[in-house]
């Protein structure tokens, strides 16, 4: 890891810690300790990123609830040809498995199918959890939260390509062949592993 990396995890784990102490805090003392260490770690990350404190505070406010972490679902389709489906992020015009923030409301199986159906008009069921990863422990560029990231496999029911407002084209990829992806949210080393799931069926999930 990094030292850019782990000072950026050391600050979430800051952040995250001072924020819950304000949840449990009983009084007014632990209340501006935990207030100072919070905006410590806003400091820390705007060394980090070389930002503004303002826009870096502007990103981080304090919450009144438990601090957990984010969950980022990702949806694994293969075709017949043994080619993954990625889509175009408008965001960064790279690469990535279709998905995104898991939805209040909707379950993990509910959020692929429905991420697939949104960014590319294909339709979908979810088959199978293939992967749960802590994206701290992968060489993830830093990201403002601390996430964990679900793959699930899914299978092609019907349905056809059609436009979406934040998906600039999409299209299935050969392993070896892939377009540039989108690190933000999967790295090689991971479309590589799905890969190894559709070629081995029986190959366990894997969680951090």
């Known amino acids: 890891m990094s030292?850019?990396?782990?000072?950026?995890?050391?600050?979430?784990?800051?952040?995250?810690?001072?924020?819950?102490?304000?949840?449990?805090?009983?009084?007014?003392?632990?209340?501006?300790?935990?207030?100072?260490?919070?905006?410590?770690?806003?400091?820390?990350?705007?060394?980090?990123?070389?930002?503004?404190?303002?826009?870096?505070?502007?990103c981080f406010t304090l919450q009144d609830d438990y601090v957990t972490p984010k969950t980022d679902v990702r949806a694994v389709v293969f075709n017949e040809n043994n080619e993954i489906l990625l889509v175009?992020?408008?965001?960064?015009?790279?690469?990535?498995?279709?998905?995104?923030?898991?939805?209040?409301?909707?379950?993990?199986?509910?959020?692929?199918?429905?991420?697939?159906?949104?960014?590319?008009?294909?339709?979908?069921?979810?088959?199978?959890?293939?992967?749960?990863?802590?994206?701290?422990k992968h060489p993830h560029p830093p990201a403002a939260h601390y996430v964990y990231k679900i793959f699930i496999l899914c299978e092609i029911t019907g349905g056809a390509f059609s436009q979406a407002f934040d998906i600039l084209d999409k299209g299935f990829f050969k392993q070896g062949q892939l377009p540039p992806l989108s690190k933000e949210r999967v790295l090689i080393e991971q479309i590589d592993l799905m890969f190894e799931y559709n070629n081995n069926p029986t190959k366990e999930a894997i969680i951090d």
């Open 88 to 136: 175009q992020e408008k965001a960064d015009a790279r690469w990535s498995l279709p998905g995104g923030w898991a939805d209040v409301g909707f379950s993990p199986v509910e959020v692929a199918e429905k991420e697939v159906k949104e960014e590319t008009g294909l339709d979908v069921k979810a088959k199978r959890l293939l992967a749960v990863l802590d994206k701290q």
């Open 3 to 58: 030292v850019r990396k782990e000072l950026h995890l050391i600050s979430q784990k800051i952040r995250a810690l001072s924020q819950n102490g304000l949840v449990y805090a009983e009084n007014e003392y632990d209340r501006e300790r935990y207030e100072e260490l919070f905006n410590l770690s806003n400091k820390i990350s705007a060394l980090i990123h070389q930002q503004d404190i303002g826009l870096i505070e502007k």
